[in-house]
């Protein structure tokens, strides 16, 4: 079976002045996925999400969305995707009523189905206010809701929870996941690795403008492994915990003295903390603290991209 | 064309119910032709050679068109808030015709300002001022009014969405109110130096001006003016159809632009 991709792009470019947004990214999205598009600020995530939707010219690469080529057939593109922005794409003058029965008729829906999303994402008693006086999760609920009014064959989200609290955060995970689950293709971009890991089936890791790397979240956790490191009691076994994590986890340990603590980075899945602490204690050194932890995004980021300049 | 005046009409829309949510710039800028007009018709108006009642059945009908032109300042004003916000990103990725939100907003304008011009009518006529022409004439002068306001709103789209920022347009927009006092709206051009004067009657609310007060029957059209004002009512349609032309394109073309 072949697959019929969502979104594809080949060697998208942009530059803004000396500033280069983009740098010849590659993304193949494949119908009915969710892709994680990871970086940090100024990697080009927003560059990227407003070239696929029609808002900004590529100075060279090419994209097609949902079959639809974004320079030569934008029109045909708007007509099957909806956007959700960093910053609040709704009128905050309007009530959120007034903003989604103005989006539903410019997209033809009917007004009852703004009501019922109003509903569905709990706007009902808020939506004779103002936009501008909603909190941050509120607001980019009613987003979400403008983007839902006609189902988009491609939902494209930039940062949906960027500076929102984890209650409201939770919100939009779930509205997510229920999209996917009937089988719209969402690209988002974020800055938490732990985002990308809830929301996507595959995330795509870009460093200035480029894919630096990409796979499931599984893959791209193990290729930088976990961190396990313990904390002794006397800096004289430092040493001795340091030959222990050698052993189990097969990479050089990283010594802090100061802090009388020894890590390493480890990709064997199988490793456990249990079994860290029972083969250090075995080696008579006195613990006072033990982690095991996944990867942090600076970690993931540093990690991968590193490794990418050691290929190189 | 049918989903030109559909989308159109929905952005219509939102205009008026930001205007009804937040009425006080539109309130403020139809309120202030109203304080000129009583400082200028009592303040000047008693210190001029001719009866005051006379000068202020004069500065009626330039004080409307001068309130015309503020559309001006209001497109471009409107236009400046609009581009720097999220929401017109949203409209960008909509599947709507790329003119129907200049369009929209320049026709809520219109709608904002007829609405909003009612009180210097109503303040005008406890002046003294009178429609003296016929019913007909009048209306003329009205459709010529609103195709002014119209065609000035469109250049101050245009303005606004190439303006850096909401302040910039600010400062430029209130700026633009020294417009009308190099027309005829307030004052007579004939008494001008040559050259002011040429300035002054080639000015577009010159021949707006000129065009509304002969269809209001409160003024002779000056004969040995510069051509626009010689012939105010052709003038006042080639300006404004003129501005239309030029700048309604432009607008949409720097509104879609990517």
């Known amino acids: ?312 | 064309m049918n989903a030109l005046a559909h989308d159109g009409t929905a952005v219509l829309g939102r205009h008026l119910q930001r205007i009804r949510h937040a009425p006080a710039i539109t309130v403020m800028t139809q309120t202030m032709p109203i304080v000129f007009l009583l400082f200028f018709g009592y303040v000047f108006g008693s210190a001029l050679a001719t009866p005051g009642e006379e000068y202020r059945a004069f500065l009626v009908p330039g004080m409307l068109v001068a309130t015309a032109a503020g559309g001006l300042m209001t497109g471009m004003f409107q236009a400046a808030q609009d581009s720097h916000r999220g929401v017109m990103d949203r409209f960008r990725t909509l599947p709507i015709s790329r003119s129907a939100v200049p369009l929209g907003q320049a026709l809520a304008d219109l709608v904002a300002s007829a609405v909003g011009t009612v009180p210097l009518i109503l303040v005008g006529l406890a002046m003294g001022w009178r429609i003296e022409g016929t019913p007909l004439r009048a209306l003329g002068a009205f459709g010529l009014l609103l195709l002014f306001r119209f065609a000035t709103t469109w250049v101050g789209i245009l303005l606004g969405l190439a303006s850096r920022s909401e302040e910039a347009a600010g400062q430029l927009g209130s700026a633009t109110f020294m417009l009308p006092l190099l027309s005829n709206a307030y004052i007579p051009t004939g008494g001008m130096p040559g050259w002011l004067r040429t300035l002054a009657e080639w000015n577009p609310i010159s021949a707006v001006t000129t065009a509304v007060r002969h269809l209001f029957g409160n003024a002779p059209v000056p004969v040995d003016a510069a051509w626009p004002v010689a012939h105010p009512v052709a003038g006042a349609l080639l300006w404004s159809g003129g501005l239309i032309a030029v700048f309604a394109p432009l607008a949409v073309r720097r509104y879609a632009r990517r």
Not at chain 1, 9 to 38: F, I
Not at chain 1, 171 to 176: F, K, Q
Not at chain 1, 205 to 212: T, W
Request: glycine share 8%; charged share 25%; hydrophobic share 45%.
């Open chain 1, 1 to 312: 079976m072949t697959t019929t991709y969502a979104v594809l792009s080949e060697g998208l470019r942009k530059r803004y002045g000396d500033v280069h947004a983009l740098r010849g990214l590659d993304l193949a999205v494949p119908e009915g996925t969710v892709c994680g598009v990871l970086g940090p600020n100024g990697a080009g995530k927003t560059t990227a999400v407003r070239v696929l939707t029609t808002l900004v010219t590529p100075d060279a690469g090419s994209a097609l969305v949902a079959g639809h080529d974004v320079v030569r057939d934008p029109a045909g593109v708007r007509k099957r995707i909806a956007v959700t922005g960093q910053y609040a794409s709704v009128d905050g003058d309007l009530t959120g009523a007034e903003n989604l029965r103005l989006f539903a008729k410019l997209l033809r829906a009917p007004r009852s189905r703004a009501d019922e999303l109003l509903e569905r994402f709990g706007l009902t008693a808020a939506a004779g206010r103002p936009a501008r006086t909603y909190s941050g999760g509120m607001r980019r609920r009613l987003d979400l809701a403008a983007s839902l009014l006609v189902p988009p064959r491609v939902l494209f989200l930039d940062e949906p929870t960027t500076g929102l609290d984890p209650h409201s955060r939770n919100g939009i995970w779930d509205a997510v996941r229920e999209l996917a689950s009937q089988g719209t293709t969402v690209l988002l971009t974020t800055q938490y690795l732990e985002e990308a890991d809830q929301l996507a089936d595959d995330i795509v890791l870009i460093d200035e403008g480029r894919a630096a790397q990409r796979g499931t979240p599984a893959e791209l956790k193990a290729l930088v492994g976990s961190y396990a490191e313990v904390v002794v009691a006397d800096p004289s076994s430092l040493e001795a915990a340091a030959a222990v994590l050698d052993r189990l986890t097969g990479s050089a340990p990283a010594l802090d003295a100061g802090r009388r603590a020894v890590g390493a980075v480890t990709t064997d899945t199988t490793l456990t903390l249990p079994r860290i602490v029972r083969a250090v204690d075995a080696a008579g050194v006195h613990i006072i603290d033990a982690s095991l932890r996944p990867p942090t995004l600076d970690e993931v980021f540093l990690r991968l991209t590193d490794r990418k300049e050691l290929v190189a």
